[in-house]
């Protein structure tokens, strides 16, 4: 069974960083592109950004609003994905999903999300 | 990259269909094969429900289907059951690694 289980979520002062943990299991980790999506309370879903698998050269890119903020990484030996985040700001709080793409276009796996709060 | 647009409710009784459309532009929906579709229930994870417009994963009913003509995509329900009633969102390709999803609409079983 595939999971993906995100954790490292908290509160942090604007300003502050960040790094959210992707532990995956039930499948070939090193295979699968690995995107992160957000969604703040009430609102919609957000694309943040995805880091190709080794096939692809571990290829990151980000939506603007995060593009020199946050940093996507993996850790294959660890079946781990990572989100940096730094510089943050209010509107960065919202609960974060950890999504795995066999293909590199469907989303296909999602985890349970871990909550960010951004605030003083 | 803006959000793909959708409309923020669509509705209809049990048994009937409803058509959620997902506008974009050729440099994203109107320019790739790689539009899904996801329901989410509140306080749930979202699932994928179409993916690359038309295909469904394993597991989904065929009451489910997906098109796309230029720059818009459509989520089709049909014989509308309580249990759809959720969020829906699109979310397509759109060039160099990048994605944007749509606003989401709500789908309210009368």
């Known amino acids: 069974e595939v999971q993906l289980v995100e954790s490292g979520g908290g509160l942090v002062q604007p300003g502050g960083s960040l790094k959210l943990s992707c532990v995956a299991s039930g499948f070939t980790f090193s295979g699968s592109a690995i995107h992160w999506v957000r969604q703040a309370s009430g609102k919609g879903l957000e694309w943040v950004g995805r880091i190709g698998g080794r096939g692809n050269n571990f290829a990151t890119s980000y939506a603007a609003s995060v593009n020199g903020r946050f940093t996507i990484s993996r850790d294959d030996s660890k079946n781990t994905a990572y989100l940096q985040m730094n510089s943050l700001k209010t509107e960065d709080t919202a609960l974060y999903y950890c999504?795995?793409?066999?293909?590199?276009?469907?989303?296909?796996?999602w985890g349970r999300g871990t909550l960010v709060t951004v605030s003083s | 990259q803006s959000a793909l647009t959708q409309p923020p409710s669509a509705s209809g009784s049990p048994g009937q269909s409803v058509t959620i459309s997902c506008t974009g532009t050729?440099?994203?929906?109107?320019?790739?094969?790689?539009v899904s579709w996801y329901q989410q229930h509140p306080g749930r994870a979202p699932k994928v429900i179409i993916y690359?417009?038309?295909k469904r994963p394993s597991g989904v009913p065929d009451r489910f289907s997906g098109s796309k003509s230029g720059n818009t995509a459509s989520l089709t329900v049909s014989g509308l059951q309580a249990e759809d009633e959720a969020d829906y969102y699109c979310?397509?390709?759109?060039?160099?690694?990048?994605?944007?999803f749509g606003t989401g609409t709500k789908v309210t079983v009368l």
């Open positions: 690359e417009v038309s």
């Open positions: 999504v795995r793409s066999p293909d590199g276009y469907n989303l296909a796996y």
């Open positions: 050729s440099s994203d929906v109107g320019g790739y094969n790689f």
């Open positions: 979310i397509s390709y759109a060039g160099s690694k990048n994605f944007v």
